[in-house]
Nanobody, 124 residues
Framework: QVQLVESGGGLVQAGGSLRLSCVDS????????VAWFRQCPGKEREFVSA????????DYTDSVKGRFTISRDNAKNTVYLQMNSLKPEDTAVYYC?????????????????WGQGTQVTVSS
């Protein structure tokens, strides 16, 4: 059983950086494809980035390519999202999500385990 907890959100000026962390308290994260989603104010939740179980394959939505980097350290049961060159439009609640390997449906498919979210606010 996996339980995801996000951290690292906060307030940052435009052009600044934050690193989000997603920790599996159940210590089974290596068995999951992991993704980051975000929900901006007044908008639907959207896909941001994903990483496969080993960390050798990643995906990013177009709006964050070149600025965000997803990585994982399975020994620490942690997935990271390094966010650089932040823009006000990146302001959102960011969620970590897991997709069990046996339920693989693609990086932008269905995820069945979600964290509680962490707020990222980027000021102009």
């Amino acid at each position: 059983q996996v339980q995801l907890v996000e951290s690292g959100g906060g307030l940052v000026q435009a052009g600044g950086s934050l690193r989000l962390s997603c920790v599996d308290s159940g210590r089974t994260l290596s068995r999951y494809t992991v993704a980051w989603f975000r929900q901006c104010p007044g908008k639907e939740r959207e896909f941001v980035s994903a990483i496969n179980w080993s960390g050798h394959s990643t995906d990013y939505t177009d709006s964050v390519k070149g600025r965000f980097t997803i990585s994982r350290d399975n020994a620490k049961n942690t997935v990271y999202l390094q966010m650089n060159s932040l823009k006000p439009e990146d302001t959102a609640v960011y969620y970590c999500a897991g997709q069990k390997l046996q339920n693989y449906s693609g990086f932008r498919g269905s995820y069945d385990t979600w964290g509680q979210g962490t707020q990222v606010t980027v000021s102009s």
